[in-house]
């Protein structure tokens, strides 16, 4: 749980955790990622270690964001399976032991969904408008990427690199490493009980850059040349039929071009696709190097050949 000044909160929240999970029988920790609070938020942290040692917590020196205290977060955890919610009691740890059921049918990653949302409509409607978009041009079928209670196998979280604002398209980022079974539960969602919501109008905007980089580095990141090039490829045609045209009008018709802004507008689409399509071949050039290392792909099993070896190495026979 990333925790940005949610001192009241985690009382009551960690203790409707431990009823949910022990009343599954099920053997947990709780991970409490101190987003750089002012407030008594790392007391409570403390406090809730000294009575219960399966609370564990981490805090940083200043406020990083929820991506940097999900990313800590999963590098620490060693849990079969790990579920992420927010710490403000809005979202409930009762629905934790029917989100691991769908995990145990074979899914990958349990995506809540927020249906009956308890947020003003000030935030409900972009929010809408924002999943809407999102779930178009990604193509993976979720009607709340932002919903914080989520379900995930442990090798999931290993895989995804969250950093930035990218906490919002994990299901993206974990479908593009190969973890393709992916789904959605609607879950309860109660007002907030303390406090002010920490996010502004502002995320939804970031919210739309992030999704372009997500989109960039999942589609893309390996073939740099597919983006730029494209791209430069039908500006320079453009430009180039633009001017043809220009051309053709010059030497049939006599029209003057020197008043033509059209000319212009050829010319500067001409010069833009071929800088598109030079960054292409640079971005090829970097990626290169890397992707000529067998470790940048991630291998999900494996079955190996029983080597005999050289008797003379002394070294046991059918070692893998």
């Not at 379900?151 to 919002?168: C, I, M, P, T």
């Not at 850059?209 to 039908?234: E, N, S, Y």
């Not at 802004?261 to 696709?273: E, Q, V, Y």
């Amino acid at each position: 749980m990333p925790a940005y000044e949610e001192a009241e909160s985690l009382p009551e929240l960690v203790e409707r955790i431990r009823a949910a999970c022990e009343g599954a029988g099920l053997s947990f920790r709780v991970w409490i990622i101190d987003d750089g609070s002012r407030d008594e938020t790392w007391s409570a942290v403390q406090s809730l270690h000294e009575e219960d040692d399966r609370v564990a917590g981490l805090r940083f020196q200043r406020n990083y964001g929820k991506s940097a205290a999900l990313s800590v977060g999963f590098d620490r955890v060693q849990g079969e399976y790990v579920v992420t919610m927010d710490a403000d009691l809005q979202d409930d740890p009762a629905e934790i032991p029917a989100l691991l059921e769908r995990l145990d049918d074979g899914y990958d990653l349990v995506s809540g969904w927020k249906k009956n949302r308890k947020d003003p409509p000030r935030k409900t409607i972009p929010s809408r408008f924002f999943n809407w978009v999102t779930r178009m041009i990604s193509g993976l079928d979720l009607h709340d990427f932002n919903c914080g209670l989520k379900a995930y196998r442990r090798e999931v979280v290993k895989s995804v690199n969250v950093y930035g604002e990218l906490h919002r398209y994990i299901p993206l980022l974990a479908k593009w490493a190969g973890y393709t079974r992916i789904t959605e539960k609607p879950v309860k969602h109660h007002p907030r009980k303390y406090g002010q919501t920490k996010f502004g109008m502002e995320r939804f905007i970031q919210g739309f850059l992030d999704l372009i980089t997500v989109i960039f580095l999942t589609r893309f990141a390996v073939r740099p040349m597919h983006f730029f090039g494209g791209i430069g490829t039908l500006t320079f045609l453009l430009g180039f039929l633009i001017n043809l045209w220009l051309s053709v009008e010059k030497i049939v018709f006599g029209h003057p071009l020197g008043d033509r802004p059209l000319l212009l507008l050829g010319l500067l689409l001409i010069l833009f696709g071929a800088q598109m399509f030079t960054t292409g071949l640079l971005g090829e050039m970097v990626i290169q190097p890397r992707m000529e290392d067998p470790d940048s792909y991630v291998v999900g099993e494996a079955l190996l050949p029983r080597i005999e070896l050289d008797e003379e190495k002394r070294s046991p026979v059918g070692q893998e």
